[in-house]
């Protein structure tokens, strides 16, 4: 059984910053990809940020310059440094991490239970 578990987000004035943390724990082989997503009400869902194994990143146009994905692999853990908030970042914000289990299985996929973040003033 793997679980992530997403801290951080809120309320938060534009120009302000959040920080967003998701943390993986139980049967954990390998982490491959993390990521970060968002939807805002009424929206599709968006990728935000990607981070590989190897620490390279992506970001979506929207937040580029703005927003930081990093990760922890000793504590098996993502963040997002979101600053420059603005008010068209609010939604819920949802992370994402490929997840072998054992070294003989294949990668899941598994979520956080997402977080909203609103940014207003």
């Known amino acids: 059984q793997v679980q992530l578990v997403e801290s951080g987000g809120g309320l938060v004035q534009p120009g302000g910053s959040l920080r967003l943390s998701c943390a993986a724990s139980g049967s954990i082989f390998s982490i491959n990809d993390m990521r970060w997503y968002r939807r805002a009400p009424g929206e599709e869902r968006e990728l935000v940020a990607i981070?590989?194994?190897?620490?390279?990143?992506h970001y979506a146009n929207s937040v580029k310059g703005r927003f930081t994905i990093s990760r922890d692999n000793a504590k098996n853990t993502v963040y997002l440094q979101m600053n420059s908030l603005k008010p068209e970042d609010t939604a819920v914000y949802y992370c994402?991490?490929?997840?072998?289990?054992?070294?003989?299985?294949?990668?899941?996929?598994?979520w956080g239970q997402g977080k909203q973040v609103t940014v207003s003033a």
């Open positions: 994402n991490q490929d997840i072998a289990t054992t070294p003989f299985t294949p990668v899941g996929s598994y």
């Open positions: 981070i590989d194994s190897g620490g390279r990143t």
